[in-house]
């Protein structure tokens, strides 16, 4: 084969590509273009007639269940919203939409209990003193919805920001990772859960923070960096105290506990001192992705070994390793509710995103729900359990 | 190239940048199967490729106004999605214990890249199941310019502006990118007993 039959294969593959375009993307598409029309971004004298044509389409397709609740009387975004300072309020999309069970959450996904619109493309969530907060994951605003009211405040991460992307909430705050515009780890910033405005910007490329064992934790730069160094933050000044490099690649992600800081990953695991910033090898302990911590145990996912796996971090022991179960890919998110983990993932060969239970108390799998999209960064105010519906503006509500 | 309505892609654009929602979905109708292919080819991800389609048509709206020359619209679109590409791409990079593994392909992945039945002269069902391999394991630079100027036979200049690269690195690019494949087509090969290929032949990049 010579370069000639090269460029020939490779200009047949495109003939072969163009056919599988799901109808699914142009309805979606065409909707997020209604959408950037009405928030003001590029006003159109036929949004009307194409918002209907999009509407009657997709009711022959996957994203009939989207449309209808577009088209109901709960929340639209409204006037092009207004440069604001960093962390202030924006001033116009403060509306109060979508109470709880205003839309059809039935129509959405089977054991969807509610659904928010929430005004911005889902990104991050985390819930804290009542409220889920979210980042959007393409734009440069964060929000709080209120989920018994289904109340939504806009604030704005400051003009010239990238989107948010990784959050956490715990211990009375709220930190999330910054992306510059291209998504490249730019900055930690904390957020005030009374206010809601930005309390402090720490100016370090980190990402996935965390918070436990009285500090703030963060990956420095992105997850598929060779090299893991850990970035820890005191809350107490919101400076950076240490940067702690791993002597060996856990790249797979850093879990704080009262007992010290996990780092692990498929070829080394350590557990790091909050205290001293010392570093101790945990060999045995290499089995993947850490997600969750529940019931004293971490849990984590090995994707490769298609295991799910808890060690108890007191014994540095391996206390389960459950085989996923065929037809189901997990995903490294999950979150703890009464006495059991939800974790996302795709049933039905790929096809049907899910939550699957773990039992803690029996170390077993159980019952499967069927939710909306396949879901990262979902969280849980300790009895429902809120998912970020990708590519789309809503929220949804499981109550396990 | 025309629309459902009958009018040309200049004519739509024109109309489209003027606000016409209308317009804009046959421009939609015309370029989102090519744009999601070479997405799809650049990010070597179908839930990637949907995201930076999705993404790269909805600017192309929002910004359409500001394209001063209709005539250069499909340029113009292909360099908002090479671009949404890299993004979108980055975005998913950041999800840990995903860069590894995350896009397992399902079946119907696999029979869209692998797909044996297209015949293509000369290329034989092995060579074209390596060859596809091959492909995968180029970065997603390399393949954003292997892609713009095979799928869309758009010349190496006209890639470069499309990535904001220099022509000669563009050059570059494409040069090795078809070295790579070469060499890892050959490595399979002899790792399997199969005659090599000196074969250096061809039209040059």
């Given at each position: 084969m010579n370069d000639h039959d090269i460029e020939r294969w490779l200009r047949s593959k495109i003939r072969e590509d163009e056919a599988v375009a799901p109808d699914s993307l142009r309805l979606r598409t065409l909707d997020e273009v209604a959408r950037t029309t009405q928030r003001g971004a590029r006003p159109s004298p036929l949004a009307a007639m194409a918002s209907i044509?999009?509407?009657?389409?997709?009711?022959?397709?996957?994203?009939?269940?989207?449309?209808?609740?577009l088209e109901r009387d709960g929340p639209r975004v409204g006037e092009p919203t207004k440069p604001a300072p960093a962390g202030t309020p924006v001033p116009s999309p403060t509306r109060t939409p979508s109470p709880a069970g205003t839309l059809d959450p039935g129509a959405f996904a089977p054991d969807v209990a509610a659904v928010y619109e929430v005004?911005?493309?889902?990104?991050?969530?985390?819930?804290?003193?009542?409220?889920?907060?979210?980042?959007?994951?393409?734009?440069?605003y964060y929000l709080r919805l209120d989920p018994n009211t289904g109340a939504v405040t806009e604030f704005s991460l400051g003009t010239d920001s990238g989107p948010g992307a990784e959050m956490d909430a715990d211990a009375g705050m709220i930190w999330a990772s910054v992306s510059t515009t291209d998504f490249g780890p730019d900055r930690l910033?904390?957020?005030?859960?009374?206010?809601?405005e930005m309390a402090a910007s720490v100016d370090i490329g980190a990402t996935y923070p965390r918070i436990g064992a009285g500090y703030v934790w963060a990956l420095l730069g992105m997850p598929e960096d060779r090299g893991t160094t850990i970035v820890q933050v005191d809350p107490a000044s919101n400076d950076v105290v240490r940067q702690i490099e791993m002597p060996g690649e856990c790249d797979e992600g850093h879990m704080p506990t009262g007992l010290g800081v996990w780092c692990i990953g498929s070829g080394a695991a350590f557990r790091i001192d909050p205290e001293t910033g010392a570093v101790e090898a945990q060999p045995?302990?290499?089995?993947?992705?850490?997600?969750?911590?529940?019931?004293?145990?971490?849990?984590?996912?090995?994707s490769d070994e298609r295991t799910v796996w808890a060690i108890d971090p007191v014994a540095g022991t391996v206390v389960a390793q459950l085989p996923m179960p065929d037809d189901v890919e997990l995903l490294p998110d999950a979150v703890a509710v009464?006495?059991?983990?939800?974790?996302?993932?795709?049933?039905?060969?790929?096809?049907?995103?899910i939550l699957l239970e773990v039992d803690l108390e029996a170390q077993q799998f159980g019952r499967t729900l069927l939710v909306a999209e396949p879901n990262y960064h979902i969280t849980t105010d300790g009895s429902s359990i809120y998912l970020p519906v990708l590519r789309t503006p809503f929220v949804a509500r499981i109550d396990p | 190239m025309a629309g459902v309505t009958g009018r040309d892609g200049t004519d739509l654009v024109r109309a489209a940048a003027a606000g016409d929602e209308l317009a804009f979905t046959e421009l939609v109708d015309l370029h989102i199967d090519r744009c999601y292919a070479v997405a799809r080819r650049i990010t070597g991800s179908r839930?990637?490729?949907?995201?930076?389609?999705?993404?790269?048509?909805?600017?192309?709206?929002?910004?359409?106004?500001?394209?001063?020359?209709?005539?250069?619209?499909?340029?113009?679109?292909?360099?908002?999605?090479?671009?949404?590409?890299?993004?979108?791409?980055?975005?998913?990079?950041?999800?840990?214990?995903?860069?590894?593994?995350?896009?397992?392909?399902?079946?119907?992945?696999?029979?869209?890249?692998?797909?044996?039945?297209?015949?293509?002269?000369?290329?034989?069902?092995?060579?074209?199941?390596?060859?596809?391999?091959?492909?995968?394991?180029?970065?997603?630079?390399?393949?954003?310019?292997?892609?713009?100027?095979?799928?869309?036979?758009?010349?190496?200049?006209?890639v470069a502006r499309a990535l904001d690269i220099a022509p000669g690195t563009a050059r570059s690019r494409l040069?090795?990118?078809?070295?790579?494949?070469?060499?890892?087509?050959?490595?399979?090969?002899?790792?399997?007993g199969l005659p090599v290929s000196h074969e250096r032949g061809g039209r040059r990049p």
């Open positions: 044509s999009v509407a009657v389409a997709a009711a022959v397709v996957v994203l009939a269940i989207i449309v209808p609740l005004g911005r493309r889902s990104g991050a969530l985390a819930a804290i003193d009542g409220d889920v907060w979210m980042v959007s994951d393409i734009e440069p910033v904390r957020i005030d859960p009374i206010s809601g045995d302990l290499a089995l993947g992705h850490p997600v969750v911590e529940a019931a004293g145990l971490i849990w984590g996912l090995n009464e006495g059991r983990i939800w974790w996302t993932g795709h049933g039905s060969g790929a096809r049907t995103p | 839930e990637a490729a949907e995201e930076a389609t999705q993404e790269a048509l909805v600017a192309a709206w929002r910004d359409l106004p500001r394209l001063s020359d209709p005539d250069r619209f499909a340029a113009w679109l292909y360099r908002i999605l090479a671009r949404q590409c890299y993004r979108t791409v980055r975005w998913y990079r950041r999800l840990p214990g995903l860069h590894r593994g995350r896009h397992a392909e399902t079946d119907d992945d696999r029979a869209f890249d692998w797909d044996l039945a297209a015949p293509v002269r000369g290329v034989g069902f092995e060579e074209r199941d390596e060859l596809a391999g091959a492909f995968e394991t180029l970065s997603v630079e390399h393949r954003a310019v292997v892609a713009l100027h095979f799928y869309l036979d758009l010349p190496l200049v006209e040069h090795y990118a078809l070295r790579h494949l070469r060499t890892h087509l050959d490595a399979v090969r002899g790792s399997e």
